[in-house]
Nanobody
Framework: QVLLEESGGGLVQPGGSLRLSCVASGSATGVNVLAWYRQAPGLEREWLGASSLDGGPTYADSVKGRFTISRDSIKNTMYLQMNDLKVEDTAVYFC???????WGKGILVNVSS
């Protein structure tokens, strides 16, 4: 069974920071490439970036410089550090095994004053 579980979301003020986690367990343990996506209300799901065990992270231009993806292979966890958050970053954030249709359930990030 493939299990991906996101955590760390919530309400944050504009300019603030949050760190999301994605724990991979079951058959997802040790998977090479994990990716972050988000979906804002009324918009399509957007790829944010990815982390591979054998290479550095990659980012979408829309978040480059503000978001940082990291990985702890021992904890089977991928992180998304989000800084200088903006209202338009409000969305449900998902992690996914790249190249598959395995998604986490998502976690809400609400950037609001």
């Amino acid at each position: 069974q493939v299990l991906l579980e996101e955590s760390g979301g919530g309400l944050v003020q504009p300019g603030g920071s949050l760190r999301l986690s994605c724990v991979a367990s079951g058959s997802a343990t040790g998977v090479n490439v994990l990716a972050w996506y988000r979906q804002a209300p009324g918009l399509e799901r957007e790829w944010l970036g990815a982390s591979s065990l054998d290479g550095g992270p990659t980012y979408a231009d829309s978040v480059k410089g503000r978001f940082t993806i990291s990985r702890d292979s021992i904890k089977n966890t991928m992180y998304l550090q989000m800084n200088d958050l903006k209202v338009e970053d409000t969305a449900v954030y998902f992690c996914k095994i790249a190249g598959t249709n395995y998604w986490g359930k998502g976690i809400l990030v609400n950037v609001s004053s």
